[in-house]
């Protein structure tokens, strides 16, 4: 930093990063200040200040700024991961194949072992990679176990991050061990102890998400019970959706009274604006206007997509009926949390669409970003809360190490287009300098 006439007092008031600023409010917009700065209060966790750095420190002269010490860094929103499995981390990368075999074979005895023991081991390590990663905000799944959730959420409340997160409900083909029809009333009755103690706990950064696993391991008891109670407590519910064709003939013999897939949670009364699907791939227009119809959000996972071999996402289509869409990292079938890859995989997505779907339009690096970022933020109902750099959301960011983000260190001078791209290529936890939720540091890399 050039300019330390500014660094002002140790206990000063408000915090100021300087660097490029780069941010994605709407689908297809970047907003970019070269010579910027983002300004918060640590105390209220608000953005204050947004802005070019120069004409900024005219208007803070009188203000008592602490400003940030350290390199040339890229400032951008807080990522947003809108679906992902925190117990399969460790199986990222295992298996192959498809969706049911590979669940069968590699997850379920995962989940099974995901003991309130191992819950306290491995959920810390989990936040951590996340903030690591430069992901700030996540909607997750949990195992079927309540200690083992419980653990999670006391993890995820001394991480300081932004979770929705819930435990896994299914009652048919469980791991449990219990009759369907005990496992029923019992995992109601958990998820709902589980919801009275953390939704809205830890200030309000945590949330519970009803988490019926999806339509091929849940009667439609226990899905109308999830639904019924995440209505009850305003709490969010989140399923998988036409994921893979194996998947999807399962849920039509099991419901052959339902229209299709999607007919099935919309009878149970799972699809809502506080609903998270996973996946989407494979739907009819009759399903897309029915999850517009509902303001039903989706969580595209495209590494989890590519891992299972379980298609490519007609992006365009549910963007052009209305539907919310954000990105997943779908941990363990996508093989890593970092955010920007998992934005890299979505433009391949629609890369390879195009090459055999005339027409197609692909996804540029500047929209996958607003995928990550705000998209996210709208599908976990948080679109006016965190996701862009603008004074009065919530002090949700992420300092990238320009340098690092470069084979041979400092990229040079960059456009705005060019700078998000190579953050989407070649961003990951080696430029992450620093994550912030509300004004507080979550991750710092050590020096
Ligand atoms: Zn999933």
Redesign the pocket.
């Known amino acids: 930093m050039d300019d330390l006439t500014h660094e002002l007092k140790a206990d000063a008031g408000l915090i100021g990063i300087r660097g490029e600023v780069l941010d994605a409010p709407r689908f297809g917009e970047l907003r970019f200040w070269k010579d910027g700065a983002v300004v918060f209060d640590p105390r209220r966790g608000i953005i204050t200040e947004v802005g070019e750095y120069r004409v900024m420190i005219q208007n803070l002269e009188a203000k008592a700024v602490q400003w940030r010490a350290g390199g040339p860094a890229v400032i951008c929103p807080g990522l947003v991961d809108t679906?992902a499995?925190l117990p399969q981390y460790p199986a990222s990368g295992c298996g192959q194949g498809e969706l049911l075999p590979w669940l069968e074979g590699h997850i379920f005895p995962l989940e099974q072992a995901f003991t309130a023991e191992r819950s306290e081991q491995d959920s810390p390590r989990f936040f951590r990679e996340l903030a690591r990663n430069g992901t700030t905000t996540a909607g997750l799944?949990t195992t079927i176990y309540e200690d083992s959730c419980d653990a999670a959420f006391r993890a995820a409340e001394r991480s300081g991050l932004r979770i929705t997160m819930g435990k896994m409900m299914m009652d048919v083909g469980s791991y449990g061990g219990l009759a369907p029809e005990k496992i029923l009333a019992l995992s109601l009755e958990q998820s709902e102890r589980l919801c009275q103690r953390w939704h809205g706990a830890g200030g309000g950064l945590l949330r519970y998400a009803f988490s019926p696993r999806f339509a091929v391991s849940c009667s439609a008891a226990m899905m109308r019970g999830a639904a019924a109670m995440a209505q009850k407590y305003g709490a969010f519910t989140q399923t998988?959706l036409a994921e893979n064709s194996g998947e999807i003939e399962r849920v039509k013999e099991r419901f052959p009274e339902a229209k299709d897939y999607t007919d099935v949670y919309a009878g149970c009364g799972l699809l809502g604006p506080r609903t998270v699907l996973?996946h989407c791939l494979h739907l009819s227009d009759r399903e897309v206007a029915v999850l517009a119809g509902k303001d039903a959000a989706v969580a595209h996972?495209p590494t989890?997509n590519f891992f299972l071999n379980s298609g490519l996402l007609p992006l365009a289509r549910l963007r052009a009926a209305g539907v919310r869409v954000g990105l997943g990292s779908?941990v363990g079938?996508g093989p890593e949390v970092n955010l920007w890859q998992v934005m890299r995989s979505a433009m391949d997505a629609q890369k390879a669409r195009s090459f055999y779907e005339p027409g197609t339009k692909q996804l540029s690096a500047a929209e996958a970003f607003h995928l990550g970022t705000q998209g996210g933020a709208e599908v976990l109902g948080l679109g006016d809360v965190v996701g862009s750099l603008t004074a009065g959301k919530e002090a949700d960011l992420v300092v990238l190490d320009r340098a690092a983000l470069s084979p041979y260190g400092e990229p040079g001078d960059l456009k705005p287009e060019e700078l998000i791209t190579l953050c989407v290529y070649r961003g990951g936890p080696q430029a992450v300098q620093a994550s912030y939720v509300r004004g507080r540091a979550v991750y710092e890399r050590e020096v």
């Open positions: 679906h499995h799944y998988h996973g996972c989890a779908d079938a």
